[in-house]
């Protein structure tokens, strides 16, 4: 069944009351929910107006008071909206409406978007801020994930950690590289190596800059990799004690296995986040154990961790066009 925007109107308005931290809309998983180009989608004080297509398939959004991708420096309101995975490409606008009580004295004039893309917080630059109606509305977000949003202070926002990371096969070693945009008292990176994507040990350490608001770029080079899936991640250490991990990169060795095998990163589930590894881009599908078909999503080559609260503890099926996986959920 396809609904759109406008079902969603309806939806919302059957509430009886909405509180900070509950779940303010789920769409269950399988079920298309999609918003149309040019469409408007309001929730609980934030609007998205896409110029392309936004399918929220098997997401939910609630609003919070506290962050929950927490960053050491900058100030933010009072008011999130936290995606329960990260959302598929979005282009269009985005507005959020506080109050004035939620402002941390922060000056209105000055608020802009903040995303929080999967490991750094960006800013998206504002095209109205409106300190009598209370909203700010940013327009220019082009093919962004969205995972968690916010307003700060375009002269203190909130830490960039993350600019970029990448993990590339160099003959039989691994080239890691890695930048930031903003650096805030940070110590060191330490380059943590994985077989399973599940454990990981120390493979290195680079010395950080300190403090930065301009580029910085380091690299590492992995002499040891094995022969199957290499996983990679940095842990950033602060002079203050305080820490962040970067995303999740692999890079494959060959080996008999079909070359586009999914990996299951801790099989047995033991909590209601699945994360998957495709080295290509492809569809999948879960099915219970007697054939029903859970959901089937489109991922592109990477990491992703899956929202699965819905589904009770058993034995599924994880198949993609040419394979078939068992997955066991406690």
């Not at 997401?59 to 900058?74: A, M």
């Not at 040990?201 to 590492?220: E, R």
């Given at each position: ?15 009886a ?39 929220l ?23 999130y ?41 960006t800013?998206?630059?504002?095209a ?18 969205l ?33 930031t ?82 990996q ?45 609260s ?12 040419t ?8």
């Open positions: 069944m396809h609904k759109t925007a406008t079902s969603l109107f309806v939806l919302l308005c059957s509430l009351s909405i509180h900070a931290n509950a779940q303010d809309l789920t769409v269950t998983s399988g079920t298309v929910f999609q918003i149309s180009s040019g469409e408007t989608f309001h929730v609980n004080g934030l609007t998205l107006t896409p110029t392309a297509a936004f399918d398939n098997g997401l939910s959004l609630s609003k919070n008071t506290t962050i929950t991708n927490t960053v050491s420096g900058g100030t933010s309101v009072s008011r909206y936290l995606f329960s995975a990260t959302s598929p490409a979005y282009s269009g606008a985005v507005q959020i409406n506080y109050q004035d009580g939620e402002l941390n004295s922060l000056s209105e004039s000055t608020l802009q978007l903040n995303n929080y893309t999967g490991s750094a917080w800013q998206v630059s504002s109205t801020n409106d300190g009598t109606n209370n909203y700010v509305l940013s327009n220019s977000l082009s093919s962004a994930t995972r968690e949003l916010t307003l700060a202070s375009s002269s203190a926002p909130l830490p960039v950690t993350w600019l970029d990371f990448t993990a590339t096969k160099k003959d039989k070693a691994v080239l890691l590289n890695w930048s945009a903003q650096e805030l008292n940070t110590l060191d990176f330490v380059v943590q190596h994985s077989t399973d994507g599940v454990v990981f040990t120390n493979a290195a350490s680079q010395t950080a800059a300190g403090n930065s608001s301009s580029i910085q770029n380091y690299h590492y080079v992995h002499t040891s990799p094995v022969l199957g899936y290499n996983y990679y991640r940095l842990h950033q250490r602060d002079f203050d004690g305080e820490s962040s991990y970067s995303d999740i990169r692999f890079v494959k060795f060959s080996t008999n296995s079909t070359t586009n095998d999914i299951i990163i801790g099989n047995p589930l033991q909590t209601n986040q699945l994360t998957l590894v495709t080295p290509i881009d492809q569809y999948i599908a879960l099915y219970t154990v007697v054939g029903q078909l859970c959901w089937t999503k489109h991922l592109e080559e990477g990491s992703h961790t899956i929202d699965v819905f589904l009770p503890k058993g034995t599924y099926l994880l198949q993609t066009k394979s078939s996986q068992k997955l066991i959920k406690l």
